[in-house]
């Protein structure tokens, strides 16, 4: 006889009561698999956006929470190492944490060979960027709105609900730093080696608190990305920290690589603990 233990699955809440708005109706062709271009697990083709909550123990709870927005292009979602483990590290300090399942780009058996393919032509990512990244952003600002009017249900402040995300997740963070209205204000947001993001509006007169990381040898070239973001923000005297590591490359999220770039997540817990986001 075998004896397994009950795992509680958590809890996931569709982002929209209905079809998502910008989109066509149709059925859920979301799907998970292993990459073995990435070596790491990834969600594709979402079309009904939605989030999966990670709970601390209520001894812990701070009031903090995070919605996090996990990189893959716009194609994929690297859940796990920019998704799932970094909501187990907040949540072990009392962060309720949100990983967000943004609307992508559809695409066949491997999302992340067909990112490869497309990405070699910019003009043809670009294009396809420029149809799916707005609705990706639009789902960011909903997933900061979402958590604040529900915040009670889940013992947290509405005004410390903040954002964060990696590579295109990067970039739907920062367009949420520039886009958002006062019902999806973040009490702080922190685009790691974020995407392109076209800054075409000043930095909001109540931005909040801005952390950036990156690695200067990211292989998308993507470091001035981060760089131009913390600079936009302090030249607005807006309150920002900006972590640029040599070496890491694109993509370190939670991966274990021997490097200063291992231990960003605790620079960022470092930061929520000065910005006082960790104490009850």
């Known amino acids: 006889m075998c004896l397994c233990a009950s795992v509680p699955a958590q809890q996931v809440i569709p982002l929209y009561p209905g079809v998502a708005p910008g989109s066509q109706p149709g059925p859920n062709q979301e799907k998970q698999y292993y990459s073995k271009s990435w070596q790491t697990d990834i969600v594709a083709n979402v079309t009904q956006p939605s989030l999966t909550v990670f709970k601390p123990e209520p001894a812990l709870r701070n009031g903090t929470a995070v919605v996090i927005c996990p990189g893959g292009g716009f194609m994929a ?6 998704g799932n483990d970094v909501a187990k590290y907040l949540v072990a300090k009392g962060v309720t944490a949100f990983v967000l399942r ?17 990405y070699s032509d910019r003009q043809k990512f670009d294009e396809m960027k420029s149809h799916i990244g707005p609705l990706a952003f639009a789902d960011g600002l909903a997933a900061v709105a979402y958590v604040k009017q529900h ?3 889940w013992g947290v402040s509405p005004d410390r609900v903040g954002i964060m995300g990696f590579s295109a997740g990067g970039e739907v963070t920062a367009a949420v730093a520039f886009q958002y209205t006062a019902a999806s204000r973040p009490a702080f947001v ?3 080696y974020a995407g392109a993001y ?10 909040p608190p801005m952390f950036v990381a990156a690695a ?3 292989s998308l070239g993507l470091a001035p990305v981060s760089v131009k973001l913390y600079y936009t923000w302090i030249s607005a005297h807006k309150s920002a920290e ?6 890491g490359g694109h993509g370190f999220g939670m991966r274990k690589l021997n490097l200063p770039t291992d231990h960003w997540i605790d620079r960022f817990a470092d930061w929520l603990e000065l910005e006082g986001f960790l104490s009850k």
């Open 242 to 247: 900006l972590h640029m590591y040599a070496r």
């Open 198 to 207: 076209k800054i075409e509006t000043p930095v909001p007169a109540d931005a």
């Open 151 to 153: 915040a009670a249900e």
């Open 216 to 218: 200067t040898d990211d």
């Open 77 to 82: 979602l690297s859940i796990n190492s920019e």
């Open 102 to 118: 943004y609307r992508l780009a559809q695409t066949g058996d491997d999302a992340s060979v067909d990112f490869e393919k497309l």
């Open 190 to 192: 922190a685009p790691i």
